[in-house]
């Protein structure tokens, strides 16, 4: 892995590293979240804040699927920017499912919808961030859609039982 040297007053460095730290993270994924946002907005990216939340986007910036899907959404709505943060619980609850490989992210203003295939079945998750505690999982069987709803916990779980 490559490095880059930064070369900053002391002042600098111990301010950041503090706020940092606050944040729960190293100065090295402070710098790698700056360069992804960078890469993927087309722009100077974000403000990180103490009394925000821990942000850690390391592994889902490195999601090829996810960076399609970001480029889909900027190209079809005309944005510059997404909230890449309000798909996090739902990237997190299907990271067990180890399905990235095939799988398809369709970024909507409301909701991110995910088709991949899961012990070489097809399915289609719909999270919807207003309601962000629920999954809706859909899978053809015998040639009938059947749905189920499940909280985020319990989606590979649900997925089994089909």
Same mark, same amino acid.
């Given at each position: 892995m490559p490095?880059?040297?930064?070369?900053?007053?002391?002042q600098t460095k111990t301010a950041s590293m +503090?706020?940092?730290?606050?944040?729960? #993270?190293?100065?090295?994924? +402070?710098?790698? @979240?700056? @360069?992804?946002q960078t890469i993927l907005r087309g722009e100077i990216p974000f403000t990180l804040s103490v009394s925000g939340r821990q942000y850690n986007n390391?592994?889902? #910036?490195?999601?090829?699927?996810? /960076?399609? +899907?970001l480029r889909r959404y900027k190209a079809v709505n005309n944005k510059i920017d997404f909230d890449i943060s309000k798909?996090?619980?739902? @990237?997190q609850a299907i990271e067990s499912l180890d399905a990235y490989k095939n799988m398809r992210i369709t970024l909507q203003k409301k909701a991110v919808k995910i088709k991949l295939q899961y012990k070489n079945?097809?399915?289609v998750l719909d999270?919807?961030?207003?309601?962000?505690?629920?999954?809706? /999982?859909l899978h053809r069987k015998n040639g009938k859609l059947i749905v189920k709803d499940c909280k985020l916990a319990s989606i590979k779980k649900t997925m089994e039982k089909f």
């Open positions: 490095t880059i040297q930064v070369r900053t007053d002391d +503090a706020l940092f730290e606050q944040l729960g #993270i190293t100065m090295s994924d +402070a710098i790698n @979240l700056f @360069l992804r390391d592994e889902f #910036i490195e999601n090829e699927a996810l /960076i399609e +899907a798909t996090e619980p739902f @990237l079945k097809d399915y999270y919807n961030y207003e309601e962000p505690d629920t999954v809706f /999982i």
